[in-house]
């Protein structure tokens, strides 16, 4: 069955970077988009962007442009958001999802990034 | 791009029928009919419940469909129950390869 496992939680300090990774397995990694989608606590769902995981071809949303990167390694099925320049207000869980068109129908299990000094 | 709009709460009781909007502009869901929608339950992953408007993905239930009429896209919840109580978000292509979710919509079950 398709999974979508992401690396555990994160505490980093304002300024710093985190990467967070997504191991997708139960089907052909290059042949689907991995997205990644961000919630702060009790706040809704803010998508980041995407990657074309088989072109390494990468799409962000505008508010993330110059402080995201999505990445791929290919050879272990694993998909990586970086981000940078943290502050205090990118303390969010991060889901990365398996694109089909623009709906996502498998999540990882989310990701708790923590921002503190 | 701006979030879509949707109600921040809706309830019903069992076995009713409840509607959520989700409203946008002709940039994003009058343009395309490329809504989805989510469900979210306290502490897990959301989960696709509507794809394209109106379809469903295998395993979800007949009671939730979807439609758009204009810039206003909607999910419908026949025979309420119990387990349907939780966050619902929409969320629509918007054109040049980007995507915007809606601020999210709690669901109760009176």
């Known amino acids: 069955q398709v999974q979508l496992v992401q690396s555990g939680a994160e505490v980093k300090k304002p300024g710093a970077s985190v990467k967070v990774s997504c191991k997708a397995s139960g089907y052909t990694f290059t042949s689907y988009d991995i997205n990644w989608v961000r919630q702060a606590t009790g706040q809704g769902l803010e998508w980041m962007g995407w990657m074309n995981p088989n072109s390494g071809n990468t799409g962000y949303a505008q508010k993330f442009q110059g402080r995201v990167t999505m990445t791929r390694n290919t050879s272990i099925s694993t998909a990586y958001m970086e981000l940078s320049s943290l502050r205090f207000e990118d303390t969010a869980v991060y889901y990365c999802a398996r694109g089909l068109g623009f709906s996502y129908g498998h999540w990882g299990q989310g990701t708790l990034v923590t921002v503190s000094s | 791009q701006s979030a879509l709009t949707q109600p921040a709460s809706v309830s019903g009781s069992p076995g009713q029928s409840i509607t959520i909007s989700c409203t946008g502009t002709s940039s994003d869901v009058g343009s395309y009919n490329l809504v989805s929608w989510y469900q979210q339950h306290p502490g897990k992953a959301p989960q696709l419940m509507i794809y394209e408007g109106s379809k469903r993905p295998s395993g979800v239930s007949h009671r939730f469909s979807g439609s758009k009429s204009g810039n206003t896209a909607s999910l419908t919840i026949s025979g309420l129950q119990a387990e349907d109580e939780a966050d619902y978000y929409c969320?629509?292509?918007?054109?040049?390869?980007?995507?915007?979710f809606g601020g999210g919509t709690q669901v109760t079950v009176l």
């Open positions: 969320c629509s292509y918007a054109g040049s390869g980007t995507v915007v």
